[in-house]
């Protein structure tokens, strides 16, 4: 019972450009979504957040877009940059519960100079 | 400044033997939450503790496996008589408190690999 996808294994962009990765979920309940990203042999790293009543988030270079009818979010990186290699979760809650987060499988960003 | 903390960082085990796996939390942080990631997988929820209390362990086995967050010291994830499928990373996460908005931060994750 997969309830955030990542349905993209891996993507890969040249660096200055755009890197758009996605995220789609099937609980409604879910009422708070964040990114996070992570290096090999490393903890996952807070990225960026949203909350349900919002439909954008914007942070420097990253932004996340949520779409609540689709069930579906977005990160877009811009410009991409080489150190932005690595790979990115999405994850979901419903704080309403325990605050505990549901992961996707991730998604592995390799950014080409 | 320190971070969540997690110790030790790589754990080896032969079947049957038990597992310690321990996490400080950031300062000023209360409240502790413990993920897997086996292979090529994304990190499943196993348990969410508080100061002296389980507040959520739907995501624990329900054999070999137990968390405690002391009144004082580390919170500690002990796995009982280790079978090869236990081999995965584990990570800690704190957050200061719980609520809508409220970050959960990671440790640098303990690697424990069962022979």
């Known amino acids: 019972d997969q309830q955030v996808k990542q349905n993209s294994p891996s993507l890969s962009v040249q660096e200055g450009r755009i890197s758009i990765l996605n995220c789609d979920y099937t609980?409604?309940?879910?009422?708070?979504f964040l990114w996070y990203k992570k290096y090999p042999a490393e903890g996952p790293t807070f990225l960026i957040s949203i909350s349900s009543i919002k439909d954008k988030n914007e942070d420097g270079r990253f932004t996340v877009f949520l779409n609540k009818s689709a069930k579906h979010l977005s990160l877009h990186i811009v410009p991409s940059q080489p150190g932005d290699s690595a790979v990115y979760f999405c994850a979901a809650t419903n704080n309403g519960n325990t605050g505990k987060l549901i992961f996707g499988q991730g998604t592995t960003l390799q950014v080409k100079p | 400044n320190a971070g969540v903390m997690q110790n030790p960082r790589h754990l080896v085990r032969r079947r049957g033997q038990e597992a310690r796996l321990r996490c400080s939390p950031m300062?000023?942080?209360?409240?502790v939450y413990w993920y897997r990631q086996l292979p090529e997988e994304g990190l499943k929820f196993m348990v969410y503790?508080?100061?002296?209390?389980?507040?959520?362990e739907s995501g624990m086995p329900k054999e070999r496996f137990s968390a405690e967050f002391p009144k004082e010291g580390p919170s500690i994830l002990r796995i009982q008589q280790v079978v090869r499928g236990d081999s995965a990373a584990y990570f800690c996460?704190?957050?200061?408190?719980?609520?809508?908005?409220?970050?959960?931060?990671f440790g640098p994750g303990t690697r424990l690999l069962v022979l």
């Open positions: 503790l508080q100061k002296e209390n389980i507040i959520d």
């Open positions: 609980n409604s309940m879910f009422d708070y």
């Open positions: 300062k000023g942080h209360s409240h």
């Open positions: 996460a704190s957050s200061r408190d719980r609520g809508p908005g409220e970050t959960q931060y």
